[in-house]
């Protein structure tokens, strides 16, 4: 699937490669690997709308769908180091599936120049909403007196869901179940439901569940509080400081991308995600715009790629 952003130059575009002064003079392209209509694919279309209109020229969503996030990475990583394509990359493809994998196709560190920190999604500790328990203090004083493995719903192995649910099991010292969902709305229903005790999942898949009262939130998985949900503590201040895990969006060339033309995409990426109305159409997908330059960026993503390592490694997670 391709989706254009129109810009007002795009016409007189070089058929060859370009010099890096005149950089960009043909449409640049983003490749996402979740399909179309996902929040991924939306915050993507968000991005090159604003990038078009200050690189004049078009800028291009691809949707490279599958295994992972590998093809979509590994086609970025393979291909023409020019510029005109990028990645719209997520911690879990970038920082986490090369710990958990046994084999991946690409090397997050070596084979990509970062380019912008785009946005974060936060997600939040789950209960059904007739659960007893207010805060997960209280949660694991109930869990650790009903004899039996709590379980959690996840979307598999090395999944965000999987890896923080297993985070709560070691730091409240409690033995956890997982049940593995093909998707997130089928992971809602059995929380819904009761079916499940627990799940950790996006703020904006299940805002509306919490708002009308059929979802419990007990606590963000994040460093900070949420403005999406401002009265909903941290698991840090719930006394869970191991228990954090944030989903981040990352603009991502070919390692020998020229200077030149990361630092155009770069500038073009971060005035948009500057301007207000970017941000709160952005806002309005449930993911917090980012905040980051590109020298910020890239010391995020270094100690990202550690941190998450260390967790997969704490946990014995991998994936054959």
Known sequence: MVYAACAAACSGALAGPARADEFPSRPVSI???NAPGSQADLLGRILAQGMATRLGQSVIVENRVGASGFIAARATAQAAAD???VMLGSSGVMAINPHVYASVPYDARKDFAAVAYVASSPSVFLVSAETPAGNLRDFTASAAKAGRPINFGSLGTGATTNIVSQL????ASLP???IAYKSEPAIINDLVAGRLDFSVLPIAST?????SGKLKALAVTAKKRTDFLAELPTTIEAGYAPVQMTQWFGLFAPAATPRQAVDKLAAAAEATLADPDTRR???QLGVEPGGLDRTAFLRFFASQYEEYGTIVKQL?????
């Open 176 to 178: 956890v179940t997982e």
């Open 316 to 320: 014995g997670i991998k994936v054959d």
């Open 83 to 85: 510029g005109y394509t």
């Open 207 to 211: 805002i509306t569940y919490i708002r």
């Open 281 to 283: 159409r952005i806002a």
């Open 168 to 171: 709560f099991g070691h730091a």
């Open 31 to 33: 490749y996402v690997a």
